[in-house]
């Protein structure tokens, strides 16, 4: 069992930055690819971004260029770091980890950008 604690959201004006932090209990952290979902009011929970863990990432095409997934090993945390947000990123993001075929979720955070 995988339990992930996420932490950082917030409100923010179009234009502005937030990082988002989810730590993971349990050894199968660095082994584990772990990411970030996001749900909009109304719509389904889509991806934003993955990191491997061997640090390969992957983004939506929405988010390019302007968020950025790391991982910290010695801490189990994995961060997402959104510069330049936009109205349309408002969403509850979610922290996500996939091992030994199993998918894990945290509760998720509140993420409002105004315009």
């Known amino acids: 069992q995988v339990q992930m604690v996420e932490s950082g959201g917030g409100s923010v004006q179009a234009g502005g930055s937030l990082r988002l932090s989810c730590t993971a209990s349990?050894?199968?952290?660095?082994?584990?690819?772990m990411g970030w979902f996001r749900q909009a009011p109304g719509k389904e929970r889509e991806f934003v971004a993955a990191i491997s863990w061997s640090t390969s990432t992957n983004y939506a095409e929405s988010v390019k260029g302007r968020f950025t997934i790391s991982r910290d090993y010695a801490k189990n945390t994995v961060y997402l770091q959104m510069n330049s947000l936009k109205p349309e990123d408002t969403a509850v993001y979610y922290c996500?980890?996939?091992?030994?075929?199993?998918?894990?979720w945290g509760q998720g955070t509140q993420v409002t950008v105004s315009s």
């Open positions: 996500n980890s996939r091992v030994d075929e199993l998918n894990y």
């Open positions: 349990g050894r199968t952290f660095r082994r584990s690819v």
